[in-house]
């Protein structure tokens, strides 16, 4: 991973280039302001302080330059994205400013993923100085979290499989002082029967697991994250076509989100006692898969009809929510994967949130709103519960006719989640499917910044 907190430092009055963050409103008077060719500057290169835009302004000598990047809003914390991605290697001030949040763009502008290219392309840092030091940790910590997602999700299923998903959490865990548990395998079997029904075509080196993580002190609230791993999704005996499968290494995307959240957490050191949930799976096709018209039984005594093999996320989770349930949590978090049709009625940047408590999901949104990493909430409407109807078993996992698919999947977890506790699920992309400025195409964390600014206001 790219070494983030190298590119942020405290000011102390060191020498840096001049970057001015301009906005449109502001141009004008800004520009007046400007010294005779520093506006020749502005001119040629057209600069109207346009976001996302940048221009070099000469000074009295050939190595005497600053620059000014254009900014929608300066508070934005992609505003200096596009500043961090083209300007020279160097260090670099602010004009008459602090960056605020919008440090997180600077530093994940520069952020690679050079794991499988043979030539990486050469580093070229450029730091930027704050006067805030005391955040400089903090906000490290944060743009190392949005990184750890999309590298997780980048990595291609076949160095990502539930193996080394334990492995990412065992790092996680050792560098916070936490205990790691895995149950793997047959193991599994008893006790948490989906996640064993869903993961046991895989090879014994895929084999499905439960990878729990413990942090903090007993006497604090306990939270409990859970996230969807499933680290390649072929669909099962309902398989997908070959167009389906080319994103799904991205299908552990929710169990990166739910480790990257766990990270910020300790490193923040909320006054919470942590519990982690990640099951992790290959939903693969042998002679051993589980198949449609299956009856599983789950760890919370449910028994499970399976009408389709391809929506396995919600199977895993069920016994992943049980099991988080067991230790009567002030409050459940899910990240998930987990429909299509949450991306056909949101699209790929927001993520649907499903809560059973207003005051969760209020807090949630207003989170994601304040922290620019925003959330569109969707109704856990009862009366759906009937799509998931099963004439033989307790539920269905599949909804019938094709209606409300994100609302059907959120519902048949709802049935994990005892009366009375918090808990919000998020059904999230995970993925940019087009380049913006400090966000490459590829893996993304979409919902982490709001989910962590909402534990911290609560908890913090």
């Known amino acids: 991973m790219t070494d983030l907190a190298a590119l942020l430092a405290a000011d102390k009055g060191q020498p840096a280039r001049i970057l001015h ?30 976001a996302d835009s940048l221009v070099i302004l000469p000074g009295d000598g050939a190595d005497d330059w600053s620059a000014a990047a254009g900014v929608e809003a300066p508070d934005d914390p992609w505003s200096l994205a596009t500043a961090a991605a083209k300007l020279p290697e160097g260090i670099y001030r602010l004009q008459a400013s602090d960056p605020g949040e919008a440090t997180l763009g600077w530093l994940l502008a520069q952020h690679r993923f050079d794991r499988y290219r043979e030539s990486p392309a050469p580093s070229a840092p450029r730091i930027l100085l704050t006067a805030d030091p005391a955040r400089i940790d903090a906000r490290v910590r944060l743009a190392q979290a949005v990184a750890l997602v999309r590298d997780m999700v980048d990595t291609p299923a076949g160095d990502m499989g539930p193996a080394e998903l334990a492995e990412a959490a065992e790092r996680v865990a050792a560098a916070h002082g936490a205990k790691l548990t895995v149950t793997q395998g047959d193991a599994l079997a008893e006790g948490y029967p989906m996640i064993h029904a869903v993961g046991r075509a895989a090879t014994r080196a895929r084999a499905p697991r439960l990878i729990e993580l413990e942090w903090g002190d007993t006497a604090h609230p306990r939270i409990t994250i859970v996230g969807k791993g499933v680290c390649f999704d072929t669909g099962g005996l309902d398989i997908k076509p070959s167009s389906g499968m080319l994103l799904m290494k991205k299908d552990m995307g929710g169990a990166a989100h739910a480790l990257a959240l766990a990270g910020l957490v300790m490193g923040a050191r909320l006054p919470v006692r942590l519990h982690l ?28 009809e399976i009408g389709n093999t391809d929506a396995e996320g919600r199977l895993i989770l069920g016994d992943a929510l049980a099991k988080a349930a067991e230790g009567k949590p002030a409050l459940m978090l899910d990240f998930a994967t987990l429909t299509g049709a949450a991306r056909v009625a949101l699209g790929p940047d927001l993520p649907a949130l499903f809560a059973n408590e207003d005051a969760l999901a209020d807090a949630l949104l207003a989170a994601g709103t304040a922290a620019a990493d925003p959330l569109w909430r969707l109704p856990l409407w009862a009366p759906y519960t009937e799509m998931l109807k099963s004439d033989v078993a307790d539920i269905n996992n599949a909804g019938q006719g094709g209606f409300a698919g994100a609302i059907t999947a959120a519902l048949f977890l709802q049935r994990f989640v005892p009366e009375g506790v918090a808990w919000a699920h998020l059904d999230t992309f995970a993925w940019s499917p087009s380049a913006r400025p400090g966000r490459p195409k590829g893996g993304d964390a979409l919902g982490l910044r709001a989910a962590f600014a909402m534990l911290r206001a609560r908890f913090g």
């Open 21 to 50: 963050r301009i906005t449109a409103a502001g141009f004008e008077a800004w520009l007046a302001a400007q010294p005779p060719r520093a506006r020749a500057a502005v001119a040629a290169a057209q600069f109207k302080a346009k």
């Open 277 to 304: 949930l990640i099951p992790a799976v290959e939903n693969a096709i042998s002679a051993d898969a589980f198949r449609p018209g299956d009856i599983l039984r789950s760890r919370a005594g449910l028994h499970v």
